[in-house]
RNA sequence: GGCGAGGUAGCUCAGUCGGUUAGAGCGUCGGAUUCAUAACCCGGAGGUCCCGAGUUCAAUUCUCGGUCUCGCUACCA
């Protein structure tokens, strides 16, 4: 199965500049994507590790607009954040590149013309909005109406956020344009469309029976199951004035899709690596004994199993990812990691936080990635795995070698008297952990490979123990001699084995045993340190984190979490409405009679009222918190003269008032007392 | 609703191409020890392998059904 390649080409998944990086995307990606990439290097072999800021597509043009700024200024603030704190932390990119270089826009225009000339596209023309003071079509975001379905003034094109519901901007009643305030037009509009159902066939060859057995279940099953409902054409161009210009006369205020350009972002990184080191770009890309691997999340496998390769493959002389180990979630003390209700660690802070401790980060994360499901990021995890396994094992090990030699021989290396049993043993284990390792790391298993480093320093600190240096030396001081050396030999091993996992520790330890740069050769090599050679001082690794810290973390993540209750409490009541538009409402009590739920949905309840007025038919979305069976005869508030509209091909006539509560929670509006159905609420 | 992934010790996870007492780390309890950052080393306790049915001499592992978690997708007050 190993085939040889001559170099490999690691993309990590390109952040959105629209906000720093937290712990979720170094446990999916870049963290696992960085001791690949180190671990190739130490092998020797030729890498290029690709990193870089996306920053293009509506998200950052709405934050900007929000700032009252240009893009760009949103943009180059996320992007020399993140870039600074990729660096601090250590992951080591060969390039970190960003979307909005011109060399991207290029490549990315290139690209796109290339399939244009080769027909690779289809145009469709539909009808948008169109703000016609500023000339320009409207984004879904940028228009504003009324709710066809609760009737709220400021819902958005895709979503109303009063009632949550998604909409497409040719439902809102009353459209108006976000940007001028003028009430747009619809007008014709032209865009290209990457024909995905047209690389069905070969994509079933390639993935489905191609990478059966090396490609994850999550990843695999998620492709297949894509491909197996059927593949649609997809519009690789939009109206917006914010990314790459399409490059063709009649496509003003166009550009390429953000899902088009992104992933060409990982070409045009390679470019920009090019022209800063002057090797060339193209066998990176292009060379069939390259071997391509995407890091990313479980959210981005489509793009990257499907899209990517797709346009890969229309273009021709690309090649393709030999596989994309993308990884589940990682949550935050049992909740779901969120920028916008800033549940998160975030790495700035983490590095000011604590100084000098990025390994203890990388080693948690690791040792708890997500792999196969998703996990959770506890800070008392943080604090146990720190103190009882990189401190307790792997720290105490080196201290307690280290120490030792000190004591006994003044920091100089002695040499092995006599290899007697248990030392001989003991080093052709250890010889045993580079292959072991490198199993793992080949197969993308980094829990399991850092966990195999642990029982390499567990091994030492058996070995230490059952010796007993510390009584031997009374009476033999030429076998304390051999004992040291091991457990020097192990530290040695320690300090090669460790680089790509925990690079600063890895460095630190080199430093303290006097090597010089080893590479993964010299893993399981047993004579690593000389005899006589002299120890620099040895310092501690890793530092006891104590209670405090961590409750100061988690003081910081429930301060947070009641400021997000208090916001939504405080939710800004809407605009000021007059006496007699409230009026326009008529909200009468009423029963429930029937309630079916609409079949094929999760929410959907078909509901029967009695109004007072009439009996009427209602579909209200309540099905996930009441059972059609519990709720006949419940009293209800019900809007009776909101416009009828058909959902699910059910005419709903009305609408039953909800409170909803901060988890989104719904609960009936009813009359405490014994009303007739048909009274009217005022 | 459709699809995908997952549900194994207190916690985080391995594993079983079906087969004697289901594993690891951490935690916990006990012992030993003092070179070491109350760390190391040895040992013990702890599991209806989500639930139910089926196939089988035998199922945690296969099949079907159900349930819970997460994601994609549809639908949506």
Redesign the pocket.
């Known amino acids: 199965m190993p085939e040889k390649f001559k170099r490999y080409t690691l993309t990590s998944a390109l952040p959105y500049a629209n906000g720093p990086i937290h712990i979720g995307h170094l446990a999916g990606v870049y963290v696992p994507a960085d001791i690949y990439a180190r671990y190739l290097r130490m092998k020797g072999e030729d890498v290029l590790f690709i990193g870089g800021s996306d920053e293009h597509g509506v998200p950052i043009t709405i934050k900007a607009r929000a700032e009252g700024v240009s893009p760009q200024v949103i943009v180059d603030r996320y992007h020399e954040q993140i870039k600074k704190s990729f660096e601090d932390f250590g992951i080591s990119f060969d390039v970190y590149a960003r979307t909005s270089a011109p060399v991207h826009h290029k490549t990315a225009s290139d690209f796109f013309l290339k399939l244009y000339g080769e027909n690779k596209f289809i145009e469709k023309t539909n009808q948008q909005y169109y703000d016609e003071k500023e000339h320009q079509f409207l984004a879904d975001r940028y228009i504003t109406g009324t709710c ?3 009737g709220y003034e400021k819902a958005y094109g895709d ?2 956020e009063n ?4 909409l497409s901007p040719l439902e809102l009643i009353n459209p108006k344009s976000a940007l001028s305030g003028n009430v747009p037009v619809l007008k014709e509009t032209k865009h290209w469309y990457l024909p995905l159902d047209q690389y069905e066939e070969w994509l079933e060859e390639w993935i489905i029976k191609g990478h059966k057995n090396d490609w994850k ?2 990843v ?3 492709v ?3 491909i ?2 059927g593949l649609k054409p997809r519009a690789v161009t939009r109206d917006l004035n914010w990314g790459v210009q399409v490059p063709l006369k009649d496509a003003e205020g166009k550009v390429l899709y953000v899902w088009f350009d992104a992933p060409i972002g990982y070409i045009s990184a390679a470019k920009e690596w090019s022209e800063k080191t002057g090797k060339d770009w193209k066998p990176y890309w292009k060379d069939e004994e390259t071997k391509l691997i995407h890091f990313i999340g ?2 981005n ?2 793009f990257h199993c499907i899209i990517f390769p797709a346009m890969l493959k229309a273009e021709g002389s690309f090649v393709l990812p030999d596989n994309v180990p993308a990884n ?2 990682l949550n935050l003390e049992n909740d ?1 990691i969120s920028t916008s209700r800033n549940w998160a660690v975030w790495l700035h802070e983490y590095l000011n936080d604590f100084p000098g401790k990025q390994d203890v980060l990388r080693y948690v994360l690791t ?2 990635a ?7 990021f ?1 800070w008392k ?1 943080f604090q ?2 720190n ?3 990189l ?3 792997f ?7 280290l ?2 030699t000190q ?1 006994y021989f003044d920091g100089v290396v002695p040499a092995v008297t006599e290899l007697d049993k248990e030392a001989k043993t003991t080093l052709e284990e250890v010889k045993l952990f580079p292959g072991k390792i490198a199993q793992s790391l080949d197969r993308y298993r980094f ?2 490979a850092l ?1 195999e480093l ?1 029982n390499l320093a ?1 091994l030492g ?2 070995y ?3 010796m ?4 031997v030396i009374k009476t033999d001081e030429d076998k304390v001699k051999t004992i040291l050396n091991v457990s020097l030999q192990i530290a040695a091993n320690l300090a090669v084995l460790s680089e790509p996992f925990l690079p600063f520790t890895a460095t630190k330890l080199q430093k303290m045993l006097g090597m010089e740069q080893p590479t993964w050769t010299d893993a399981g090599n047993t004579e690593l340190i000389k005899p006589g050679s002299i120890l620099n001082k040895p310092e ?5 984190i104590e209670d405090k810290e961590v409750e100061a973390q988690v003081q910081r993540l429930l301060d947070t979490k009641k400021e997000n209750e208090l916001a939504i409490s405080s939710k800004l009541a809407k605009e000021e409405i007059t006496f007699d538009e409230f009026m326009k409402t008529d909200i009468r009590t009423g029963t429930i009679l029937e309630a079916k ?8 309840l078909k509901l029967k009222i009695d109004t007072g007025i009439d009996q009427r038919t ?5 099905a ?1 918190y009441y059972e059609p069976e519990k709720i006949i005869g419940q009293k209800v508030c019900i809007l009776v003269n909101l416009a009828p ?4 091909g059910i005419e ?1 006539q009305g ?2 008032l ?1 409170a ?1 509560d901060a988890d ?1 929670k ?1 609960c009936f509006v009813s009359p405490t007392e014994d009303v007739s159905d048909g009274s009217e609420v005022k």
């Open positions: 066809p379905h609760c979503q109303c009632c949550g519901t998604s279940a999550n695999y099953g998620q297949k199951s894509w197996d409902h479980k959210d496998i489509v589940e979630f779901k040792a708890n997500p792999e196969t499901k998703d996990n959770d506890t995890d146990a795995r103190n009882n396994e401190l307790a094992i720290g105490n090990f080196v201290n307690r070698t120490v030792l004591k829990r399991e966990s642990m567990r600190n058996k230490l123990t059952d007993e240096p510390w009584r501690l690794l890793f530092d006891r739920k609409v079949p094929k949905t999760k929410k959907l209602v579909v209200s979305g309540i996930e509209r058909k959902l699910r709903s609408m039953i909800m909803e989104g719904l």
